[in-house]
């Protein structure tokens, strides 16, 4: 190993490698459990619903709201709201997933090629990119969308892919311009290492972190384009998903009967499926970018408020030392001293972090 | 000029796909605008379908390349062909009738919008951790929601329970659309909800990618320097920090113009707006095909008309790319 080998955002150093979940940035935690969440319904959901979704009752004209029966009501024709969430997440989460793997694979392959390889081709599909992300996706979807006599969720998750790669393929294209140039790119080239082995084995692993803030931020663009679509009444409305259910409601004049249990369930599932991939996509953000970190704590160091611009804190003997990174990082040190040496992961952390190696 | 340029090309080559594109979908997908409207009046005979390709310029004569140039060449007289929806008029003279609303609805609430969510962001970067700061956290919720979803519950509360604002539509029904004080006061009650909710949902973007650029340059020995030497507080943030920080949100307003765009035809048809969204929609719904390609064709070119004024404000904003030193 030379020392000249410096990754750049992904790759943390080699000790550090195995994180600990509670490591990682609050925000990108509560993200990574609300999105879970949602994956494991879309899984188990069909399974667990107590009712068929598209089950009707002729006797009832109304909906009817929240009873133990039917624990989020039911829609004008007998439906069981419930049962059409747990069964409609899977087609909703389905549909942003497979956009965002199809969406990512080509942000994957046009930014790194183009970042790559320069030249006329780098000229080429940056044209692409930046036309194709100018183009207004909404309205071509629709008109794509309104031309096609049926629109599978499948069909939806690949036009959505098609239109929803350009973004992350100028980030990976502008990432792969400044790892090119690094040193131990030129070391593997003058190993004589074929490109496509450099692009795999050296460029991509160090922008994995980017490679999936992309990939979340598509396929929060996917669900919430399909969930829109939808809506509209273009996308899928044979099957259950969040997105014919706010169709149907909307059909079935849910607001103007006050019927709240029927449009607000999945409207907020949408909402805080959308906010955990936001959340998700601060954190690997924070992770890239540690100035973003740590907002509140900064700002009070030993109970006093510092404007972020302001000369570096001194602590005083004898205040009290209270949140803040570094007075965490003060406090930890004088306990550690007053112990004295200790094998717990979280000590050999703070040795790691101040002193720039690690045995463990 | 190299930066204008090479936007200028970028710009010419999306209008070129969307010209093929809108060329090549009706060709790739079966059916047609006279197959619809053969379908919609039953009472047509068979033999009518080629009097109305005729009557439509739809008819697949000639070569393909042959078809091409003369779509272009149509579309550069103007010529988007006839509405089957509104049949005999024109899908442009349609066009004209909506494009108005949306412009002016649209555009006034994404500038309103786009500066109010930077100045929010500089002074939450500011005041780190401070209230407006602490905001953040809903801020991504309403960044999280469908914008429909909320635009539906706004109508709900403002309109359905609080009777605040009317429930849809550009202008009040009894009135005659013209230049008088009745109709353009209606006009205006009738969009301060819709605006609203198009200001409150697409704000928080702005605001959180101007805090976060914002801090980062907040950290810039520059910034220190400024205020070593004893400047205001006001005008280290203005004219030292956000000076620099607003430009990668200039940047950005290229690219979330086409959100804009999604945003707003969801709005027009949430609000029954008079506007080129909610006639794109009764065009799909109608299978009206060459109103729905003229629709598209003119929101893709007003989009790039648009992105072409971002480029210039931020030619004036940044004078490394008037020099011509594109890194």
Do not use: C
């Not at chain 1, 929803?164 to 790119?185: H, K, M």
């Amino acid at each position: 190993m030379t020392t000249s080998v410096v990754p750049m955002t992904a790759a943390p150093p080699v000790g550090r490698s195995r994180r600990k979940f509670s490591s990682y940035p609050f925000k990108a935690r509560v993200g990574a459990i609300i999105v879970g969440l949602f994956v494991f319904l879309a899984i188990f959901g069909p399974y667990m619903a107590p009712f068929d979704p598209s089950a009707t009752k002729d006797t009832q004209a109304y909906p009817i709201g929240p009873n133990l029966t039917h624990l989020l009501g039911t829609t004008s024709i007998g439906g069981d709201v419930l049962s059409q969430m747990l069964v409609g997440i899977r087609a909703t989460v389905f549909v942003g997933l497979t956009a965002g793997v199809i969406a990512t694979f080509l942000s994957v392959i046009v930014g790194v090629s183009s970042g790559f390889l320069g030249g006329a081709s780098d000229e080429g599909l940056s044209l692409l990119t930046n036309a194709v992300l100018v183009l207004p996706a909404l309205p071509l979807l629709v008109v794509i969308l309104g031309y096609l006599p049926s629109a599978s969720n499948l069909v939806t998750a690949f036009v959505l892919s098609v239109l929803g790669w350009p973004w992350g393929a100028r980030v990976i294209r502008a990432q792969t311009l400044s790892l090119r140039r690094r040193d131990f790119v030129a070391a593997a080239r003058e190993t004589g290492e074929s490109t496509w082995r450099i692009i795999i084995s050296e460029i991509i692993p160090n922008e994995v972190s980017l490679i999936a803030a992309s990939f979340v931020g598509t396929v929060l663009y996917a669900i919430l384009t399909s969930v829109a679509l939808t809506f509209l009444g273009l996308g899928d409305l044979s099957n259950w998903s969040l997105g014919s259910m706010l169709y149907w409601s909307q059909n079935g004049n849910a607001i103007t009967l006050g019927a709240w249990w029927w449009y607000l369930p999945p409207g907020l599932a949408v909402a805080f499926l959308g906010m955990g991939l936001v959340l998700l996509n601060f954190g690997l953000d924070e992770l890239g970018n540690p100035r973003l970190r740590d907002a509140a704590g900064q700002r009070k160091i030993a109970g006093h408020a510092w404007r972020p611009a302001d000369p570096t804190p001194v602590v005083r003997d004898g205040e009290p030392l209270r949140r803040g990174l570094v007075a965490r990082l003060v406090e930890r040190i004088v306990h550690l001293n007053k112990k004295g040496p200790s094998t717990s992961a979280e000590h050999s952390d703070i040795v790691a972090s101040t002193k720039g190696d690690v045995d463990e | 000029m190299k930066f204008i340029t090479r936007r200028l090309a970028t710009y010419a080559f999306a209008a070129w796909i969307a010209i093929t594109v809108n060329f090549f979908i009706p060709r790739l997908i079966p059916g047609n605008a006279a197959e619809a409207m053969m379908a919609k009046f039953h009472s047509l005979q068979p033999a009518a379908l080629h009097a109305i390709e005729v009557e439509f310029g739809i008819g697949h004569q000639g070569s393909l390349f042959h078809q091409y140039i003369q779509y272009i060449d149509n579309i550069f007289h103007g010529n988007l062909g006839i509405s089957t929806n509104f049949y005999p008029a024109t899908v442009t003279s349609v066009l004209k009738q909506t494009l108005p609303w949306t412009l002016i609805l649209v555009g006034t609430a994404t500038v309103i919008s786009f500066a109010l969510g930077t100045i929010l962001g500089i002074l939450a970067a500011w005041r780190r951790g401070g209230k407006l700061d602490q905001l953040l956290p809903a801020l991504t919720f309403l960044q999280a929601v469908p914008y429909f979803f909320l635009a539906l519950i706004a109508v709900e509360v403002f309109a359905v329970h609080w009777h605040v604002f009317p429930i849809g539509q550009g202008y009040s029904l009894g009135l005659a659309p013209g230049w008088t004080w009745g109709f353009i006061q209606s006009a205006f009650y009738h969009s301060i909800l819709p605006a609203l909710t198009l200001i409150v949902t697409s704000m928080a973007g702005w605001m959180l990618q101007m805090r976060n650029v914002m801090i980062t340059t907040i950290g810039e020995d520059y910034v220190l320097a400024a205020q070593a030497k004893g400047l205001s507080n006001r005008r280290v943030v203005w004219t030292y920090a956000a000076r620099n920080a607003i430009l990668p949100n200039i940047a950005g307003f290229a690219i979330s113009l086409g959100f804009v765009v999604a945003g707003a035809l969801v709005m027009e048809f949430v609000f029954s707006y008079p506007g080129v969204g909610y006639t794109l929609y009764n065009a799909v719904t109608s299978d009206d095909f060459p109103l729905m390609q003229g629709i598209f064709l003119v929101i893709s070119m007003t989009v790039l008309v648009a992105n072409l004024l971002a480029d210039v404000v931020y030619l004036i904003a940044d004078p490394r790319t008037r020099r011509g030193s594109e890194s």
